[in-house]
């Protein structure tokens, strides 16, 4: 498997063509079974379908705490099964980053991520959650003080929490990091500031009910309206908050995480990256806070080791609608989830790398009625020369509905600068435009899950050179436009 690596703000392989990958995140959320060492659903059977679908990368998740169950040790087991999982990966041509998971944390309060004897919580009790998943994020004592703790790298048995974490880490490169489906690691899934955290949703909360009562640019006659609907009132209400007056109602927490982002993350994230290297050049990823998710600023600066701007890292951020993962995801908002890319663009330009984006869409409910949106975050990506990676594979994932957007051709290797791809849904034609260099390659693969129809070099018909879901198109140095008509 050819090898990737950033060049400026795009991907690029060993011979310099530019990459673009389509794919879907595996997440195992699990903590330490004794004997218990499956990676959930990737057997070979799964790896061929992932395939046959036109995938090309996978978000390999799983937990701190079934890494390293007790204090220095380790679950080779489970690395041993990673490791199975990563070389079916490199013989159906996937690639794969490493993603150290968490939610809240850990299961001890409430979700995932960390072991427990890694969670110090000074004495505070653990509430159940009552509403939703996240809302010890919100307002949940235990969840903060535990990030409390871990940003403040307080020590267990002599040793800070940050170190065990990085020297866990640098574990998992050392015995996986080789493997040629591997293209980099993924450092922690959207860190969280912990009690300050607790204060953003606060002020969020304030100027909601500020802006939503007194911002001229809220219609509130018709949201009061709507608040009266029997049908759909919540998304309803919803559709009167635009980007412009979402992105008012969360700027009051701008400087809480720009001070997190700045002097918390971007250090651990550094000191992290640091202990990789001494195993790997692969691309490290750096993600954005978890209330970045709602587009507010990542202010990190790019990663450094010993000294130095690190030259093979990306911004893997994460953005959802407000009405994801509900019945009302029909009246996801286009404004809204664009007005965050736009933001991550933003950071992507301030950081100068390429973006894979680790987190996004989800799932609606059973009618068609929530693909559109989809289709609109598939052309924001195609518009930037972003890769992605779905949220995420559920059993039946390559059944669901979504397969109707989903499932498309891409460009898996340019041999040039890409200047522009779309595919276009209803009349099943993938359009490709780049201009190619003397010394390129001349080798393009189109990534395609559908037969090919048809194939057209700058308006010239070209024959169909196509295998295992690849289709491969030869060119001079030039500008191109290859268009793809598949069934």
Same mark, same amino acid.
């Given at each position: 498997m050819d090898k990737i690596k950033a060049y400026q703000q795009v991907l690029v392989d060993d011979k310099g063509r530019e990459r673009i990958f389509h794919g879907v995140n595996f997440c195992d959320k699990s903590d330490y079974t004794p004997g218990e060492q499956i990676v959930p659903d990737l057997d070979e059977a799964m790896i061929q379908k992932i395939a046959a679908n036109g995938v090309n990368l996978i978000r390999l998740g799983f937990t701190w705490a079934k890494l390293e169950p007790k204090p220095g040790e380790y679950n080779d087991a489970y690395i041993d099964a990673l490791a199975k999982v990563l070389d079916l990966f490199e013989k159906y041509n996937i690639y794969a980053f490493l993603d150290m998971h968490q939610d809240l944390y850990s299961s001890v309060t409430n979700s995932d991520g960390a072991p427990e004897w890694a969670v110090l919580l000074d004495g505070i009790k653990v509430k159940p959650t009552r509403f939703v998943w996240a809302e010890g994020y %919100?307002? +949940?004592?235990?969840?903060?003080?535990? #990030?409390?703790?871990?940003? *403040? &790298?307080?020590?267990?048995?002599?040793?800070?929490?940050?170190?065990?974490?990085?020297?866990?880490?640098?574990?998992?490169?050392?015995?996986?990091?080789?493997?040629?489906?591997?293209?980099?690691?993924?450092?922690?899934?959207?860190? %969280?500031? +912990?009690?300050?955290?607790?204060?953003? #949703?606060?002020?969020?909360? *304030? &100027?909601?009910?500020?802006?939503?009562?007194?911002?001229?640019?809220?219609?509130?006659?018709?949201?009061?309206?709507?608040?009266?609907?029997?049908?759909?009132?919540?998304?309803k209400v919803l559709t009167h908050i635009d980007y412009n007056v979402f992105n008012k109602i969360t700027s009051s927490a701008d400087d809480l995480i720009r001070e997190f982002d700045t002097k918390v993350y971007g250090p651990f994230v550094s000191k992290v990256a640091a202990k990789i290297r001494e195993e790997s050049d692969k691309l490290i990823f750096m993600e954005n806070c978890y209330y970045s998710n709602l587009g507010i600023p990542f202010s990190a600066p790019p990663i450094t080791v010993n000294g130095k701007r690190d030259e093979n890292q990306l911004f893997a951020p994460h953005a959802y609608d407000l009405m994801v993962d509900t019945s009302a995801y029909k009246f996801a908002s286009n404004d809204r989830v664009g007005g965050i890319f736009g933001e991550h663009k933003r950071s992507q330009e301030r950081l100068g790398v390429p973006v894979i984006v680790g987190e996004w869409g989800s799932f609606g409910d059973e009618t068609d009625d929530w693909l559109p949106?989809?289709?609109?975050?598939?052309?924001?990506?195609?518009?930037?020369?972003?890769?992605?990676?779905?949220?995420?594979?559920?059993?039946?994932?390559?059944?669901?509905?979504?397969?109707?957007?989903?499932?498309?051709?891409?460009?898996?290797?340019?041999?040039?600068v890409i200047e522009s791809y779309h595919y276009d849904l209803n009349s099943k034609t993938f359009t490709l435009t780049f201009t190619q260099g003397e010394d390129a390659c001349g080798e393009t693969i189109i990534g395609t899950p559908f037969e090919v129809e048809s194939v057209t070099l700058d308006g010239a018909d070209y024959p169909i050179d196509c295998a295992n879901y690849e289709l491969i198109i030869k060119t001079t140095a030039g500008r191109h436009t290859i268009k793809v008509k598949v069934k």
């Open positions: %919100f307002w +949940g004592k235990a969840c903060h003080r535990a #990030f409390d703790n871990f940003w *403040a &790298n307080r020590k267990v048995n002599g040793k800070g929490l940050q170190e065990y974490y990085t020297e866990c880490w640098s574990y998992v490169v050392k015995k996986l990091g080789d493997k040629p489906a591997v293209i980099g690691f993924d450092i922690m899934n959207e860190p %969280f500031p +912990g009690s300050s955290g607790g204060t953003v #949703f606060k002020k969020i909360v *304030a &100027n909601a009910v500020k802006t939503v009562l007194f911002d001229k640019d809220v219609k509130r006659t018709q949201l009061i309206k709507e608040l009266f609907n029997k049908e759909d009132a919540i998304g949106h989809i289709q609109y975050l598939f052309e924001v990506f195609e518009n930037n020369k972003w890769g992605q990676t779905y949220w995420a594979y559920i059993p039946g994932f390559f059944e669901n509905r979504l397969m109707k957007v989903f499932l498309r051709p891409y460009p898996k290797a340019v041999s040039g």
